[in-house]
């Protein structure tokens, strides 16, 4: 059974960092392109950022480029996505997720973390 487990996840001020972790079981990243998505009360889910874990490209929206990086760490199974310069409308519950290409879309990704919780406040 493939699981994704988001963490990292917590309240800061504006201008902080935060580092959120996806881990898996069940599934091996390598081969896989991970995403990381966030959805704000009220709002469709949306792309932030992806990584393909063979040759490690990356992709990231256009309102967290150069804020947002995401990294991976290959023995322990495990993406990151390091948040730097968070800002108010960062604020929405951000998602990992596991696919076969480096998608912007929602529906590129079959398997998905429970999501965990980014405050930040001004």
């Known amino acids: 059974q493939v699981q994704l487990v988001e963490s990292g996840g917590g309240l800061v001020q504006a201008g902080g960092s935060l580092r959120l972790s996806c881990a898996a079981s069940g599934l091996t990243f390598s081969g896989y392109a991970v995403g990381w998505f966030r959805q704000a009360p009220g709002k469709e889910r949306e792309f932030v950022a992806a990584n393909r874990w063979s040759r490690f490209t990356t992709d990231y929206s256009d309102s967290v480029n150069g804020r947002f990086t995401t990294s991976r760490d290959n023995a322990k199974n495990t993406v990151y996505l390091q948040m730097n310069n968070l800002q108010p409308e960062d604020t929405a519950v951000y998602y990992c997720?596991?696919?076969?290409?480096?998608?912007?879309?929602?529906?590129?990704?079959?398997?998905w973390g429970q999501g965990t919780q980014v405050t930040v406040s001004s």
């Open positions: 997720a596991a696919g076969i290409t480096t998608a912007r879309a929602v529906a590129g990704y079959a398997y």
